[in-house]
């Protein structure tokens, strides 16, 4: 199924595209009003909540369309990078002359599918020695996808307009029309009981620290996610999983500097 969603406008995000210049027209204090109620909602444990995508969406809207997308999508957030003592990356040039969801799903489709979606497909593939296959992502599909209009994908609150008014044809609507699914595992609640102690000591690791990552800072993180404050899920998982490779690599390292003195010692006896 890949490409069914950056080509058809799928993703919940994309909402967010589709809104944000008629948000904008309203006025201030409708605006303030909104973004009061918005930061009032409770912490959610699910990986894409409504709570999420609502505060993502008022926290862009001083932003142009490709920063506010990268809201939504990237690991760690610009506030959250300067608390680490990281530096934000320059972003990808943005289409000026694209409409806010053609710019965010063109973006998603030349950088998010090839580099991160598409990649880990073809090595699970690979691994078990399968030729893997993209339907949505033949020619001709592509290019009668990019004929669409913005209303034939996102059309109020409704996701992949197009290709669900499609499917009917085929398939009854209580699957047409059933809530999408990631593929996701409960990381927000695992990180603050079962996996908390854990997370914590690979958050103090000294490597990351040599990085140029402030741990403290990533402690106080861990911290705040667990009382509730907010959820920092993405951000703790992104750390753990470089310093978990870290320690792989200065492990791998170490060995084969071992195996490197082994054979080149000199013979005795």
């Known amino acids: 199924g890949e490409g069914a969603d950056e080509l058809f406008g799928g993703y919940p995000t994309y909402l967010g595209a589709h809104w944000a210049t008629l948000y904008a027209a309203l006025p201030e204090a409708v605006r303030a009003a909104f973004r009061g109620i918005v930061q009032r909602l409770p912490v959610s444990d699910r990986k894409v909540a409504i709570s999420f995508l609502l505060k993502r969406f008022v926290q862009g809207q001083e932003l142009d369309t490709l920063a506010r997308h990268r809201l939504w999508t990237a690991s760690i957030q610009p506030d959250l990078l300067r608390r680490l003592g990281l530096e934000l990356r320059a972003m990808p040039e943005q289409h000026e002359a ?9 973006h998603d489709f030349e950088h998010s ?3 991160a979606l598409m990649a880990k497909v073809d090595r699970g593939g690979m691994r078990h020695a399968l030729e893997v296959r993209a339907p949505f992502l033949d020619q001709n599909v592509i290019e009668f996808a990019a004929t669409l ?8 609150l409704t996701t992949k307009t197009f290709l669900k008014h499609y499917a009917l044809r085929y398939l009854p609507g ?3 029309n059933r809530r999408k699914r990631g593929l996701s595992v409960p990381l927000a609640s ?5 996996l908390f102690d854990w997370a914590r000591s690979r958050l103090a690791n000294s490597r990351l620290e040599e990085t140029g990552i402030h741990t403290d800072a990533a402690l106080r993180l861990l911290a705040e996610h667990q ?3 907010s959820d920092h899920s993405r951000v703790l998982w992104t750390l ?3 310093s978990q490779w870290l320690d792989w690599a200065a492990l791998r390292h170490s060995d084969q500097l071992d195996a490197s003195e082994t054979a080149s010692a000199p013979c005795t006896g």
Not at 149 to 155: I, S, Y
Not at 190 to 194: A, D, F, G, Q, V
């Open 113 to 115: 599918l090839p580099e």
């Open 149 to 156: 209009p913005g209303r034939a994908r996102v059309r109020g």
């Open 190 to 194: 695992w990180l603050r009981e079962p």
């Open 174 to 176: 209580s699957v047409v």
């Open 98 to 106: 694209l409409a806010p969801l053609d710019a965010v799903q063109r």
């Open 240 to 242: 753990i999983v470089l």
């Open 227 to 229: 009382s509730r404050v």
